[in-house]
């Protein structure tokens, strides 16, 4: 009897659910975790370092708010452009690509079947198969991206997906540290120690994608955090100390 609970369809093995994998392809992971973690690293690291330095907590707050934009804006445009010229890229070599299976198809078709047989399929079927693809233009494009490129056509991430998900993502993670600050305590230590703590779940968190401990990667975030913050702060201790 096929229980679901361990094979991830009721019907069947997990391997024929087209939905047990996570989406890895959709742009948004990467730029969520991405902003979250540098919004949390970058505005820990400002309010260690301005308040090393003495700063009054209405100043801190400013520096934390203008780093929240400013941050949030450099990193969503960031995502954007940099995701946005990645597509463009893979879409001048499957231009390229198609225009040598319209012009050379047999010897395209070779290759492929070449490539097969030396990851050991035999010779007679890895030119059978190569000949039927290449009777189908778009599908023999989507296999010669694959096996030559690394790519798949219709997988490309969305650029604004990418950049929303950073501009948000970074803007929470920026927020975390200077909540303290925005309800009215004044304590260094505090928003410090809630910064931590966001570092952690954070890092926790991702686990849940990456199936890793989530205490190791909880962990892992918040030693990151507490580097950038011991740096920036005794920056700022030394530089009031001089001045």
């Given amino acids: 009897m096929v229980i679901a609970g361990e094979t991830g369809h009721p019907d069947g093995p997990a391997a024929l659910d087209p939905h047990h994998h996570s989406d890895v392809s959709g742009g948004w992971l990467r730029a969520a975790v991405f902003g979250a973690m540098d919004g949390l690293v970058t505005n820990i690291g400002l309010i260690a370092g301005v308040g090393g330095g003495g700063l009054a907590p209405h100043a ?22 940099s995701v946005s010229t990645a597509n463009d890229q ?51 494009l989507r296999v010669h991206a694959q096996e ?11 650029p604004w997906t990418a950049a929303i998900s950073s501009f948000i ?24 120690g809630v910064g931590g703590v966001g570092l952690f779940a954070a890092g926790a968190l991702t686990a849940r994608f990456t199936h890793r401990s989530w205490w190791g990667s909880g962990l892992r975030q918040l030693i990151m955090g507490a580097v950038a913050a011991g740096a920036t702060f005794a920056i700022g201790t030394l530089i009031n100390g001089v001045s």
């Avoid at 929240?68 to 960031?78: E, F, K, R, Y």
């Avoid at 030559?148 to 969305?158: F, H, R, T």
């Fill in 60 to 81: 801190i707050i400013l520096t934390g708010l203008a780093g929240l934009v400013a941050g949030a804006i450099s990193m969503a445009l960031g995502e954007y452009t």
């Fill in 90 to 140: 893979v879409a001048a070599e499957l231009a390229k690509e198609r225009r040598e299976l319209e012009n050379y198809p047999e010897a395209e078709a070779e290759e492929l079947a070449l490539r097969w047989m030396d990851r050991g399929l035999p010779e007679h079927l890895a030119r059978q198969v190569a000949t039927v693809l290449a009777a189908n233009p778009e599908e023999a």
């Fill in 148 to 158: 030559e490129l690394g790519i798949v056509p219709d997988a490309a991430p969305s």
């Fill in 169 to 192: 993502c970074f803007s929470i993670g920026a927020l975390i540290p200077l909540l303290p600050y925005l309800l009215g305590s004044d304590s260094l230590g505090l928003a410090l």
